[in-house]
């Protein structure tokens, strides 16, 4: 197997047994440092992958998928603190505003549409709470809805450690999650992040 920077070559021995020193002079041919052209033909690829509708379809897809998840999880965390339990939050708003209608909605209840077309769902205004961020210009950053965070409990909105929680140090162990412990604050860090995009 040889590998480069945009993916792996598999050599499968067949019936007919490749002459690898030849094989390796054919790879050397196509393949340098900089720029690797295994790369450019990937990132070409991609392009054209993503180039019309179907690139319109392909990315769609990976955004309701996400949003699904957030809210998904924003559901079941509702659920369980509700009943004096704990579950993990998604990073995100959890009240948002349709701009049409001036209507609001929970984040976890929200029609997809509203999340996956209106930007402002996204975005990280000064004085909102739930990013921590205290002086930030208006307008100025948002979230990527594919890219999930997911808050672990122990750490209030101001900062301050709470009582008990769940360190993401702790929770991101294969298993752990399923067995669901609530573990007293040692550590400061509550934020685990994933790409839902693959």
Same mark, same amino acid.
């Given at each position: &197997?040889?590998?480069?920077?945009? @993916?792996?070559?598999?050599?499968?021995?067949?019936?007919?047994?490749?002459?690898? $020193?030849?094989?390796?002079?054919?790879?050397? &041919?196509?393949?340098?440092?900089?720029? %690797?052209? !295994?790369?450019? !033909?990937?990132?070409?690829v991609a392009v054209?992958?993503?180039?019309?509708? $179907?690139?319109?379809?392909?990315?769609?897809?990976?955004?309701?998928?996400?949003?699904?998840?957030?809210?998904?999880?924003?559901?079941?965390?509702?659920?369980? /603190?509700?009943?004096?339990?704990?579950?993990?939050?998604?990073?995100?708003?959890?009240?948002?505003?349709?701009?049409? /209608?001036?209507?609001?909605?929970?984040?976890?209840?929200?029609? =997809?549409?509203?999340? =996956? =077309?209106?930007?402002?769902?996204?975005?990280?205004?000064?004085?909102? @709470?739930?990013?921590?961020?205290?002086?930030?210009?208006?307008?100025?950053?948002?979230?990527?809805?594919?890219?999930? @965070?997911? %808050?672990?409990?122990? &750490?209030?909105?101001?900062?301050?450690?709470?009582? /008990?929680?769940?360190?993401?140090?702790?929770?991101?162990?294969?298993?752990?999650?399923?067995?669901?412990?609530c573990l007293p604050?040692?550590? /400061?860090?509550?934020?685990?992040?994933? @790409?839902?995009? !693959?």
């Amino acid at each position: &197997m040889r590998s480069s920077q945009a @993916s792996y070559i598999h050599v499968r021995e067949g019936r007919g047994a490749i002459n690898f $020193s030849r094989f390796n002079q054919a790879y050397m &041919m196509h393949a340098t440092t900089s720029p %690797l052209y !295994a790369i450019c !033909a990937s990132n070409d690829v991609a392009v054209s992958m993503m180039d019309g509708n $179907s690139g319109l379809s392909l990315t769609q897809e990976v955004i309701d998928e996400a949003v699904d998840f957030r809210q998904a999880m924003a559901r079941l965390y509702k659920e369980f /603190t509700a009943d004096g339990s704990w579950f993990f939050k998604p990073w995100n708003k959890e009240v948002v505003t349709d701009p049409q /209608t001036g209507k609001t909605y929970d984040f976890a209840d929200a029609p =997809t549409k509203l999340l =996956t =077309t209106v930007q402002d769902c996204w975005v990280m205004h000064p004085g909102e @709470s739930w990013h921590g961020f205290k002086d930030i210009p208006d307008n100025w950053s948002m979230l990527d809805p594919i890219k999930v @965070s997911i %808050l672990a409990p122990g &750490m209030g909105e101001d900062g301050e450690l709470e009582e /008990t929680g769940v360190p993401a140090a702790r929770w991101s162990q294969p298993g752990l999650v399923a067995t669901a412990l609530c573990l007293p604050v040692p550590l /400061t860090s509550r934020l685990c992040s994933c @790409s839902l995009w !693959a």
